[in-house]
C-alpha cells in the first residue's frame, strides 16, 4: 500500500486503471491506455491494479466494477469514472490536469 502511496504522490497526474483479467471492457482498454501513455509520454504516470489482487486497494477506493479509472494529482483524487472511456476524452482529461 505504501509504495500506492509514493505513485500517487507525484506532482504530476497519476491515472490509475482498476481492472480485472475476466473483464472484456477492461482488454478492450489496454491499447487506448497505451495510446494515451505514447501520447503523452513523461507527463502522466498510467499503473495499473488488478482487482482481485489488490482487494484492499479497491475497498479503500469503493472500486465496484472494472474498468474504474482514477486521476490523483500530489496525491489528491481529481477526477474518476467507471466503464470505458474513448482516447480523446482521457487525452483531454489528464492533459488539462498538468
Known amino acids: 500500500m ?6 500517487i504522490n507525484q506532482n504530476k497526474p497519476v491515472l490509475v486503471d482498476f481492472f480485472a483479467e475476466w473483464c472484456g471492457p477492461c482488454k478492450m ?10 501520447g503523452l509520454g513523461d507527463k502522466v504516470s498510467i499503473i495499473k491494479i488488478d482487482v482481485d489482487k489488490n482487494q484492499s486497494l479497491a475497498a479503500k477506493y469503493q472500486v465496484r466494477g472494472v474498468p474504474t479509472f482514477l486521476l490523483f494529482k500530489d496525491g489528491k483524487q481529481i477526477w474518476r469514472q467507471s466503464g470505458i472511456i474513448q482516447k480523446e476524452e482521457l487525452l483531454t482529461i489528464v492533459s488539462n490536469n498538468y
Open 2 to 7: 505504501s509504495k500506492f502511496s509514493e505513485i
Open 29 to 38: 482498454m489496454s491499447p487506448i491506455l497505451k495510446e494515451v501513455k505514447s
